[in-house]
């Protein structure tokens, strides 16, 4: 599908789907896909085992502020979407980790932190042809994105798909920890000072609770075909 030089934003809850969708959404138009998630993820355990935060999730700010410089965060295309690194280490697996994700919510609610990662998207974003996922891209980092997708989905629905995610990559799941967690960041990122989760007032919702990943790519062709001059290649 041919269609124009834009900035396509997909911003949501956390486990809606939305990287599923963005990659599918970044090969259909050939776009570069952008995980901004990734990267919060990545300051997250740089930040574990750097000891910046501690295990009951106290941040020590200064330190983080030190640890931000030269802090080498890329992605790589290995032909299967794109592989997050740390210098020439790759930490796809073990950003995906629960100690992970317990922490990354108030990590990213550090200004700092974000203004480490907004830096690094909008140079991502200059040249246009991106498929960015996220919380804040259509309101903070692309507010002039030509089109914005605003996901959720139900709780429980968002658990049981993160559970089955975690299994499928043979961590040991306990259903109720992981709820508690889509609970949590809800919460913290629906919350928090700077850049908190919410939805861009020119953002179309897409609430997939009972979607297949097919049924959300037939919606998305049906909205860019509305909106923009399309073309089939
Ligand atoms: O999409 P994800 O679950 O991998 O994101 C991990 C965390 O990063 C999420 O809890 C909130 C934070 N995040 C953010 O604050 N802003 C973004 N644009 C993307 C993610």
Not at 54 to 81: M, T, V
Not at 94 to 121: N, Q
Not at 220 to 231: M, Q
Request: proline share 3%; glycine share 6%; charged share 35%.
């Amino acid at each position: 599908m041919l269609i124009p030089d834009i900035i396509i934003a997909i911003d949501g809850y956390s486990s809606t789907g939305k990287s599923t969708f963005a990659k599918r959404i970044a090969a259909e138009v050939s776009f570069l896909y952008l995980d901004s998630g990734a990267l919060y993820r990545a300051v997250t355990l740089y930040s574990i085992e750097k000891g910046v935060i501690s295990p009951s999730g106290e941040i020590d700010r200064q330190s983080l502020c030190r640890a931000l410089q030269g802090l080498d965060i890329h992605f790589e295309d290995k032909g299967d979407g794109s592989m997050t690194y740390i210098g020439d280490r790759c930490i796809e697996g073990e950003i995906r980790t629960l100690a992970v994700s317990d922490k990354v919510s108030p990590i990213s609610a550090v200004p700092e932190v974000r203004d480490f990662v907004d830096d690094r998207l909008r140079e991502f974003g200059r040249r246009k042809r991106v498929v960015m996922d996220g919380r804040d891209i259509g309101t903070t980092v692309f507010p002039d994105a030509e089109l914005k997708i605003f996901m959720t989905a139900d709780q429980m629905v968002r658990a049981r798909r993160r559970a089955d995610e975690m299994k499928r990559r043979g961590e040991t799941v306990d259903f109720d920890e992981v709820l508690k967690n889509i609970r949590e960041r809800d919460f913290i990122d629906s919350h928090r000072e700077t850049s908190p989760l919410s939805m861009a007032e020119d953002a179309i919702v897409l609430d997939n609770s009972d979607m297949t990943i097919d049924e959300q790519m037939d919606w998305f062709r049906r909205l860019v075909a509305e909106r923009f001059p399309v073309r089939e290649c």
